[in-house]
Structure formats: C-alpha cells, structure tokens
C-alpha cells in the first residue's frame, strides 16, 4: 500500500492510499477463507464449495466488501501514522472501481486536530493569591497526625457523639425483614453521617450489651426503590462502646511518628510543607484563571466529534469518583432524575470549554515553537515514577510505545502553560489560603 497525502489545510487532510491488484487479490481471498462456512451451495458440503463456484453464485463481487473493510482496517492507521496526521474524527472515504486483477484506490478525506491563531496569549494581567500559613494552619496538621496516631479505648459508659460503637442489627419495613439491611459486628461512628438520617443519633447513650430499636425513614430519593420514602426499624444489639485515644503531643510523640525528634523541628517542617503546597495551589489557581483568560479572548469552534470524545472521558472521571464513594454512575443518575444522554448534555458546556482550551494551548506552542525533548520525558517520567511510587522502568513500560504520542502531548500542554505563567503579569493578592487538607471550597479574600 503506498499512502500519499494530496493537502492539508483548514484542518482538513485529503490524501490517497492505493494498493496494487496482488494486494487486493489476496484480501479477496483472505475474505473468502473467512467467509466461505455461511455460503450454502448445491453439491459441495458446506465450507467447501470454491470461491470461483461462490462467486458464479452471488456474484463477482460477494468478497469484495470484507476484503475492502480488511484493507481498510489494517491499512489506515499505518497511512496516518506514515503521513504524520493526527485526526480527530471517522474518514469519508470514496473507492476506485473495483475488480479481479484491478489496482484499488481509497480517496481520504478526514477532519485533523485544529491548529488555530491564537493572539494576545503574552503578558496577561491576572491576580494571585499571596500565601501566608499561620499557627493554626500548623495546629490543624500537627492535630491530623495526632489523630492518625490515635487507638480505641473500650468505654465503660453509654456512647457519646464521636464514638465508635460495634453492633448487630436488622432492618425491617413492617414485619418484614428487607434485603441489605442486616450485619454483624459493624463499626460505625456515631456523628459520621455514615448511615440515614436518624440512625447514629438514636444510639448516643447506649451501652454495651443493649438492645436498641432504631426507628427511622428512608430519604425520597433513596437509591433503592423498595425503601425510598419508607419508614423502617432497626433491632440493634450493641456490643462494644470505643473512644479515640490521643498520644501526648511532646517531643516523645515526634520521635515515633517522624524523622525528628523535637516538636519545635516537627512544627518548621511542617511550616515549610506547607508554604510549598500553598505557593503551588496559588500558582496552579493562577494557571487557570491565565488559561480561562486567553481561551475567552479566543473563541473558536470546537469538532463536535472532540466535545463528544470528552464527555466519554467525563462521564469516566465520574466513574471513578463514584467508584471511591461507593457509588455507581447509574446510582448518580438516579439522584438527578437524568440518564446517559441527560447527564452528557449537562456536561457539555464544561467539555467544550476544556477541548477549546487544549486546542488554543497547542496551537500556542506551534507557533512558539516549543517541542518536547528527550530530557522533559525523562524528568516527567521521573516525577511519575516518584508520584505513585513506582520503578522508573516500570513507567516506561506504561507510556512507551504508542503511548509516548500521548505521554508527550500532555508534556507540551504543561510546557505551554509554564511559558504562558513566566510571562505573565502577575499581581500579588493578600489572601488567606487553606491547605488542601481543609475545606477547599472556603477561600477567603482580605
């Protein structure tokens, strides 16, 4: 197959991809070894009539599709690789006339990864929060390490709010006993939120070895129909009551915990973990006020198929997140009243936005010129390594190949917005930022 591109402007590429006569022979006959078993013909056991009788039959034609859509298959991806396209959508494809003994040629028309001009990308004027970490801010994570360090104590007294207690317990709608409302020796802190509403606080008070009817009902939007909206008693037999233990927070607590051995060290450290987090979401805040500036100042149109492509990858991120919560998708969806197409529709405004917005930023480092080198793969693939804690060689493997096309476009993205950052003009904004740990949806202005 020879591959020949013919133009490549507007985002568009058109080219040919011929093969000889030999070559679609031999697809014809590779059709016809896989196709000859559904063929019935008068005279021959099934599978075995010859393809010259098969198409006297059906017709000179009866193979040419599959060895057409073989060819196809196998070919094209080696075309655009060979021609170095990067395309974003199906071909249209139109063929030659077609026969025994006859040269093919596939004419390829096919919509390429837009490449835009993009203008006043340089020295955009955006705020950023100054960073400042506080006692407190120290406090709250010298607290959270306490915590982690932290043991169950059996309590010899009813439970409290932030206890934990260990129960058996069966739920029941009536006299009836439903499916998934029963287990033995479950841990649930009391105030966590962990069960419906109702449920932890009906047990504050009790002690070990009470019985305990927990009388609640279940929320309208209730995932599961049976019990949406139902009211239901829990039998409840409670068989320990646990409090949290807290070490001492001395210089004893800091040598078993970390690499220090003062909490006066302890505390610098984390002072200056800190700082670093912070300056980073700062910058990373900035990165995308900068990012939303100049994709607003440069509208484009975006190919339907790329927004359609990054609802998909959405709808994947969405997986996951619910996967960690506990969730399903379908369980989400039914939260909201919607379903696939539903929630893709509420998405697409946010895909659109981030598919124009990768779009400006290659087209940025086209026309800077900016180009991933071997020493930015290794320093990423580095710091992947480090991130999941993985062996350098074992990351390669994930991202070599085919792979390293798309290891190296996400390179350039960020190498993008690091050019755009440095030459940015930056106002420092006094601000109070909490650490990631924190409630991140607060972030409070002076």
């Avoid at 060290?265 to 670093?276: A, I």
């Avoid at 399903?328 to 659109?352: I, N, T």
């Amino acid at each position: 197959m020879k591959s020949t591109l013919l133009s490549k402007e507007n985002n568009v590429a058109k080219f040919t991809m011929d093969f000889t006569a030999e070559e679609f022979d031999k697809a014809v006959i590779r059709a016809y070894q896989k196709t000859k078993d559904q063929f019935r013909i008068d005279g021959f056991r099934k599978g075995k009539a010859p393809r010259s009788i098969i198409e006297r039959y059906y017709g000179e034609g009866v193979f040419f599709e599959d060895a057409i859509n073989e060819l196809f298959k196998n070919e094209y991806p080696n075309a655009i690789k060979e021609l170095d396209l990067e395309v974003v959508d199906m071909p249209n494809a139109e063929f030659s006339e077609i026969g025994h003994g006859k040269p093919m040629k596939i004419d390829i028309e096919v919509q390429l990864y837009p490449v835009v001009e993009v203008k006043d990308y340089m020295g955009v004027e955006v705020d950023e929060r100054e960073s400042e970490v506080t006692d407190d801010d120290v406090n709250v994570q010298i607290e959270m390490l306490q915590k982690r360090n932290s043991r169950l104590v059996v309590a010899d007294r009813p439970a409290e709010n932030g206890d934990t207690v260990i129960l058996d317990y069966a739920g029941f709608v009536g006299d009836e006993q439903f499916e998934g409302g029963t287990a033995e020796n479950q841990e649930l802190v009391l105030g966590s939120g962990h069960f419906i509403p109702g449920f932890e606080e009906q047990l504050v008070g009790a002690k070990a070895g009470d019985k305990v009817d927990v009388k609640v009902t279940f929320p309208e939007e209730y995932h599961s129909d049976e019990l949406a909206g139902k009211d239901a008693v829990f039998h409840c037999t409670v068989h320990e009551v646990k409090f949290e233990e807290l070490p001492e927070l001395d210089d004893e607590f800091v040598k078993d915990v970390s690499e220090f051995d003062t909490m006066d060290e302890l505390r610098k450290d984390t002072f200056e973990r800190l700082k670093e987090s912070k300056e980073l979401l700062a910058q990373n805040e900035s990165k995308d006020t900068l990012i939303d500036k100049i994709t607003e100042a440069n509208k484009i149109e975006v190919p339907k198929s790329m927004v359609e492509d990054e609802c998909d990858n959405m709808v994947r991120e969405l997986e996951q997140q619910m996967m960690y919560q506990g969730m399903s998708v379908d369980m989400y969806m039914q939260f909201l009243g919607k379903d696939l197409d539903g929630l893709k529709d509420d998405m697409r405004p946010e895909a659109e936005k981030r598919v124009a917005s990768r779009i400006i930023l290659r087209s940025i480092a086209n026309q800077e010129g900016l180009e991933v080198t071997d020493e930015d793969v290794e320093k990423e693939l580095s710091r992947m390594a480090e991130l999941y804690q993985m062996d350098q060689d074992q990351v390669k493997s994930l991202f070599g190949g085919d792979n390293l096309d798309y290891f190296k476009k996400d390179i350039i993205i960020t190498k993008t917005i690091n050019m755009l950052y440095d030459n940015a003009k930056i106002n420092k904004v006094k601000s109070v930022i909490k650490s990631s740990s924190d409630d991140d949806s607060e972030k409070e202005e002076e």
